[in-house]
């Protein structure tokens, strides 16, 4: 079953804007993982934020995560039309964090 | 570095035909081992994973089973293909720490006709 869940489920923005992507989800976790995928290929893992962190940031990523809410963001900054892609949110349960349970992606599309 | 091996890249397979997916990972030991389905425009399903040789988990009761015959080796198989088994499969490993990122294999795409 999917654990996480993205919103919106697709987006469209000019290049230079920012892309936020929502990330909701059900149960008690370890830590949530944000992945890109381009079409047809592979996932590739972005950042990792842990149930007892709040914002995290790499290069032009944004990541927040609030526990009391199960939800989570990331935001691009001054996206690039490289950027267009799907993004996954994934979640590490606790008590059971061997596998991660992944949210259905956000696809964005970056116009030049 | 570690790397992982996954193919064949893209497979066209007749329905009741057997199936076999192979994934390896170079670089490190002792990894967890996971495979993952993909449905089109869909999020991941969890099918199997391993933490050790010898020892599966399977997630979701299917058509399809799991192997690692050896510690960086992977085997997605299946005795009789269905169409429902048609997707994008992904191999992935991680660390022995929870907080490790996953790296996933580039992907087979099954197309069962």
């Known amino acids: 079953s999917q654990q996480g869940e993205e919103d919106p489920q697709a987006l469209s923005i000019q290049e230079g804007e920012n892309a936020t992507m929502n990330c909701s989800y059900k149960t008690s976790i370890n830590n949530l993982q944000w992945y890109r995928q381009n079409s047809g290929r592979g996932l590739v893992h972005l950042i990792l934020?842990?149930?007892?962190?709040r914002e995290k940031h790499s290069g032009r990523l944004r990541v927040t995560l609030d526990t009391s809410k199960k939800s989570s963001s990331l935001l691009i900054t001054a996206s690039r039309a490289a950027d267009t892609a799907s993004y996954f949110c994934a979640t590490a349960p606790t008590g059971s964090a061997r596998q991660l349970t992944f949210g259905s992606g956000t696809q964005l599309t970056v116009l030049p | 570095s570690q790397t992982i091996h996954q193919w064949p890249a893209t497979l066209v397979q007749p329905v009741g035909s057997p199936l076999s997916l192979e994934c390896t990972v170079e670089?490190?030991?002792?990894?967890?081992l996971y495979w993952y389905r993909q449905a089109a425009g869909r999020g991941l399903q969890l099918l199997f994973y391993s933490v050790g040789i010898g020892q599966i988990s399977s997630e979701v009761p299917q058509n399809l089973s799991a192997s690692r015959p050896q510690d960086r080796q992977f085997i997605l198989s299946s005795k009789k293909l269905l169409l429902s088994d048609s997707g994008f499969y992904l191999c992935a490993w991680r660390g022995s720490w929870v907080g490790d990122g996953y790296t996933f294999g580039s992907g087979t795409r099954l197309t069962v006709v």
């Open positions: 934020i842990r149930s007892n962190e």
């Open positions: 670089g490190t030991s002792n990894p967890n």
